[in-house]
């Protein structure tokens, strides 16, 4: 994400006939922007590649448009990062970076839950609908808040689960069905055995739930910190950061890729969890200190 910057150059061009253009954009910033196009476009694809698999076209093509969202992800980490090293950021370049998120993740990961919902035959297609239609709307209410905010208390830490977090946890929930072969139906699955049947029916109950309440965690007011503090992956990283993150690289390098996706799945999961914990301890705490005060 970029960060907040010095509002993109304008400029009036000359009159004519006694009346001025209207202003336009003199500079924009090439590479930080390339990055944020390549974000959406990684998001496109996604939302092509699930479009393609739900109309028979090409088989296999849902864990190939997760894989695109998650490249996006790292598209999006460049962007800003560019930007701050090259003295490049700009209001455009704030506002571009958004409308590429919401694409990518916002209306391509829930593009990917309603398919994958819709073929492991969960029933109420409207609820799914809606819920799926929220998250895209809750991605959009979470990074215009944040782009008005970014200079207020979000500046150390996040306020409400971050789009890009949402968008990774609903990506791994959809790739570790898929790796488990979890969305094959109940005949297939009852003859690999009763276990995996069992599975496929409590994710069919928690899946909606959890995609629901993923979107409303966007636009809640509980805190989570920004990773990049706590690691100080700025400019300058520690030496013991560095090589906590090289060993964590190789670890996860020699895994299997099932592995991998699980390793993921948990990781984002603890995220989003400690935030919630959290944030309902410091509220139950605070209850107790005020029940504690003298009634005036």
Known sequence: MHNPAPKAQFTTTPSVNGQAHKPRLRLVYVWPNLFTAANMFMGLLAIYWVIDEAQGLLQDRL???????????????????????????????????????LVTFGVAPSVAAFYLMQGMGIEHRRVVICIC???????????????????????????????????????????????YDLNMSETVLFSLGESKLLLKNLVVFFMPVVVLGIALLMVSEVPYPKLSEHLRIKRRMSFDTLVYLIVFVLILMALKSELRV???????????????????????????????LPHA
Not at 156 to 165: A, D, S, V
Not at 267 to 292: D, F, N, P, S
């Open 262 to 292: 699980v390793t993921a799945f948990l990781m984002i999961y603890a995220y989003i969890l400690y935030g919630l914990t959290v944030y309902l301890m410091q509220l139950a705490k605070a209850r107790r200190e005020k029940a504690l």
């Open 63 to 101: 864990e190939w448009a997760c894989w695109f969202i998650l490249i996006g992800g790292f598209f999006d980490m460049f962007d800003g990062a560019i930007a701050r090293l090259t003295h490049t950021q700009s209001e455009f370049g704030v506002q571009f970076d958004s409308l590429s998120d």
């Open 133 to 179: 239609a929220l998250f895209c709307i809750c991605s959009a209410l979470r990074l215009a808040r944040y782009n008005v905010q970014v200079k207020g208390p979000e500046r150390r830490g996040f306020i409400g689960l971050p789009t890009p977090g949402a968008a990774l946890a609903i990506t791994f929930l959809v790739l570790l069905i898929r790796r």
